[in-house]
């Protein structure tokens, strides 16, 4: 899985990062997306709208996770 590790320092890096998220988000999830992109399109100022974009990020990375780990303790027999 990628990692957000290391692209503070590699500008570029966390730009494919990011950009390599969105297309997975909206692969994986075509209907959260067009809702989030509705919502995004709704705010009136760039940064809130930015700031929203990071909030589902963080969010939906943390569950992603989350998940994986849930599925590794499943997997090694600790849940």
């Not at 997975?24 to 709704?42: G, I």
């Amino acid at each position: 899985m990628e990692s957000i590790h290391g692209t503070e320092e590699d500008k570029d890096k966390g730009i494919k990062y990011i950009e390599s998220f969105w297309t997975r988000f909206k692969k994986d999830q075509p209907y959260l997306s067009k809702l989030v992109l509705r919502e995004m399109m709704s705010f009136k100022s760039d940064k809130v709208a930015a700031a929203f974009a990071h909030g589902v990020w963080v969010t939906y990375a943390a569950l992603q996770s989350q998940e994986e780990a849930d599925d590794m303790n499943e997997n090694w027999g600790l849940k």
